[in-house]
């Protein structure tokens, strides 16, 4: 079977510094994998070069076999490659329904000049565009709020916004960047249910990068722990939590 995710020997440099230092990961087809670490480990580094914001020093990323590293961002949605951002992307003065139907400009045929002249085909793509957003909103509980501008959200909901913008590509693999941060004990419980939910009726497969060990514990299938660029740890939550290299680079000290 082709994993979904391929991660092979990848480097990355800026300047004199050394980010990932032949990093491998493999990330089977219908699986959640954890990506976790202490701050400045590599783990977002790592997401960027998988969504082709950043250019690796070395190595090769294959997305369903598929190389990737000449492919920019905009294009990744071919692939079936989505993510989300630690601080979510969104403009804060359109409405909820508009900053989700930015997903789906990278699976709506023709170019810029097609749109400007309102082609027929352009326009049946975006009316269904705007009906699975709509069934998107709801399935997140953002159908009351698809009119509003998303900067009067709360937090918590500017990270469901983002997530069905990034659903509405039809991804197969999607990269989630610390979806609990900022968000209360009670928030994370619905998150961890809303990502089950959205793994099983979307046959996704999901990476997340994430510091909230809960939600790592209660979703992840294996966890890959980075330090310092390097993988130190490939297992289960619990192998990671217990393991005395883990806490050490977590917390500065061995396990008792």
Known sequence: MTSRLSVRDLSLHFGGIQVLDSVGLAVEPDTIVGLVGPNGAGKTSLFNCISGHYRPTSGS???DGVPTLHRPPHRMAELGLSRTFQHPALQLDASVLDNVLIGAHTRLRGGA???ALRLPF???GERRARQRAGELLDHLGLAGVADRPAGSLAHGLHKRVELARA?????RLLLLDEPAGGLPHAEVEQLIETIRAIRTEFGLTIVIVEHHMGLISALT???VVLVQGRKLLEGTALEAQRH???VEAYLGRTAA
Not at 167 to 171: G, I, N, Q, T, V
């Open 113 to 115: 000049l097609s749109w």
């Open 244 to 246: 005395p290299l883990v």
């Open 61 to 63: 990323i294959l997305v």
């Open 221 to 223: 299938d294996r966890v």
């Open 167 to 171: 659903l509405l590509s039809e991804p």
């Open 122 to 124: 352009t326009i049946s």
